[in-house]
């Protein structure tokens, strides 16, 4: 990672396991910076309530038992 510039690096991909490697990988670099990190943070949280909304719909389709 001494090529790439620091804000090129890319965005975490893949599922949490492969999102921590990716990380803790460019953490050893020393790659990471504010501006990186809070992109990322950003993301996962659009993620994290898209799939809040879908567990919510899912949820409210089921008929109460």
């Known amino acids: 990672m001494d090529d ?14 492969e ?3 990716q ?3 460019l ?7 504010v501006e990186w ?6 993301q996962v949280l659009t ?3 898209a799939l809040e909304t879908k567990f919510d719909v899912e ?3 089921h008929p109460d038992y």
């Open 4 to 17: 790439a510039p620091r804000s090129s690096l890319p965005d975490l991909k893949g599922t949490v396991d």
């Open 19 to 21: 999102r921590r490697t």
């Open 23 to 25: 990380l803790d990988q």
């Open 27 to 33: 953490r050893n670099d020393g790659a990471v910076t």
């Open 37 to 42: 990190l809070l992109r990322q943070l950003d």
């Open 47 to 49: 993620e994290w309530a």
């Open 59 to 61: 949820k409210d389709g």
